[in-house]
């Protein structure tokens, strides 16, 4: 039950974001759902073998939670998103504040490359992205606890050194998946 509130919700609300859009504009559709995935698995699998005991569950959830969000704001980066109809025709741009493209009734949509929104953007935004996707229950467990609200926060901004241990678990995932990838 504990899984189905906050892990798959926030897993949902995830996929219902960024559908099948692709990392960049120019690799495979689906690539920010994989990457988002994947990320939350190696996180948690880090997690796990760094410590020398069961870790605590809200700071479980908070790596969890941390991992599949950290780049949500790729849905804007590279590209935009433009709302048609079935027969390509378009409506309107989606914006990623107000929602998710279902919860915009948006059916169909076509990718356009943009680069330019600036660094200080992208990281400001990323964890208004990542508040809109949290369950609210998880997000409120986050939020009970101050410091790992502040950390949980720093790690979505891209402040990996003033997250502490969740920050330098944010370092190692990425040293992991920059290994992997060569």
């Not at 120019?26 to 759902?33: D, F, I, V």
């Not at 790729?74 to 107000?98: A, D, H, L």
């Not at 990718?111 to 508040?131: F, M, W």
Request: hydrophobic share 45%; aromatic share 10%.
């Amino acid at each position: 039950q504990h899984f189905r509130r906050l892990y798959l919700q926030l897993i949902d609300n995830y996929l219902d974001f960024v559908q099948m859009m692709p990392v960049h504009l120019s690799e495979p559709l689906g690539g920010l759902l994989q990457e988002g995935l994947r990320h939350a698995f190696l996180a948690v699998q880090l997690l796990i073998d760094t410590s020398e005991k069961t870790p605590d569950p809200l700071y479980t959830y908070a790596v969890f939670s941390m991992a599949i969000l950290a780049d949500v704001v790729k849905v804007m980066e590279t590209m935009r998103v433009m709302i048609s109809n079935e027969k390509g025709t378009f409506i309107r741009e989606w914006c990623p504040f107000n929602g998710s493209l279902k919860a915009q009734d948006a059916q169909y949509y076509k990718l356009r490359a943009y680069d330019g929104h600036a660094e200080a953007l992208l990281h400001a935004a990323n964890p208004i992205l990542a508040k809109q996707l949290m369950p609210e229950e998880g997000m409120a467990w986050i939020a009970s606890d101050s410091h790992m609200l502040d950390i949980w926060l720093a790690c979505l901004t891209g402040h990996e050194d003033w997250a502490g241990e969740l920050g330098h678990l944010k370092k190692l995932l990425k040293a992991l998946i920059d290994e992997k990838r060569a």
